[in-house]
Nanobody, 118 residues
Framework: VQLVESGGGLVQPGGSLRLSCAASESISSINAMKWYRETPGKQRELVAAANSGGSTTYADSVKGRFTISRDNVNNMVYLQMNGLKPEDTAKYLC?????????????WGQGTQVTVSS
């Protein structure tokens, strides 16, 4: 599955952005759809995950501010980001993780840049 992110940009501290991830195929059977972020010199960080059963998890640094959602009908994944801080500045990448007893694969998008600055 190919993933294409959009929605990044420059925002002031305290502002909001909604990132979108468009999948080229159905995501309904994909076990986990995730958002990661990366900055130069730092390890890629898992920001949020939404599994096929409907549960979600978040990094401690974004709990209460970010919300992940998946639209299995339109094959979209979103990350609503509120109360943005300068330390949220990063490239945000969408990820799909699929596994079964027969196969396992992961797919990444190219990422979208988020810059939080006054």
């Amino acid at each position: 599955v190919q993933l294409v992110e959009s929605g990044g940009g420059l925002v002031q501290p305290g502002g909001s952005l909604r990132l979108s991830c468009a999948a080229s195929e159905s995501i309904s059977s994909i076990n986990a759809m995730k958002w990661y972020r990366e900055t130069p010199g730092k390890q890629r960080e898992l920001v949020a995950a939404a599994n096929s059963g409907g549960s979600t998890t978040y990094a401690d640094s974004v709990k209460g501010r970010f919300t992940i959602s998946r639209d299995n009908v339109n094959n979209m994944v979103y990350l609503q980001m509120n109360g943005l801080k300068p330390e949220d500045t990063a490239k945000y990448l969408c990820n799909a993780d699929y596994f079964s007893i027969y196969e396992a694969w992961t797919s990444w998008g190219q990422g979208t840049q988020v810059t939080v600055s006054s």
